[in-house]
């Protein structure tokens, strides 16, 4: 991956958000590697999620992930139930070197 460059004083990075798709299942590593060490920073617990369940919320279009160039910034997925009457966002996380910029939203 490509180093990101912190921008300068007053300057976002450029981040683009995508709906997930089989293309971006390189990062689920890195995603639940992030969420595991989010999780410890603050001392909370977190459902943990395999690495084939979150390829598959990509492969079936029900994932939002952020980007700055070829880095992961952030991913949020959706779960549903109930034959899809509820749903709601899931596993919302956003890289440590991004937080701050109001992307969890941008994501949601």
Not at 39 to 62: C, F, H, L, N
Request: charged fraction near 25%.
């Amino acid at each position: 991956m490509e180093e990101v460059k912190t921008p300068e004083a007053g300057q976002q990075p450029q981040i683009r958000i995508y709906v997930a798709g089989k293309q971006h299942i390189h990062f689920v590593e890195e995603i639940l590697n992030t969420i595991e060490e989010s999780s410890k920073a603050r001392g909370t617990g977190i459902a943990r999620r395999s690495p084939d369940y979150v390829a598959q919320k990509m492969i079936e279009g029900k994932a939002i992930i952020a980007l700055c160039g070829s880095d992961f910034a952030g991913l949020c997925y959706i779960e549903s139930w109930s034959n899809k009457q509820y749903i709601v966002n899931s596993g919302l996380i956003v890289n440590h070197k991004y937080r701050g910029l109001g992307l969890a939203t941008r994501i949601k």
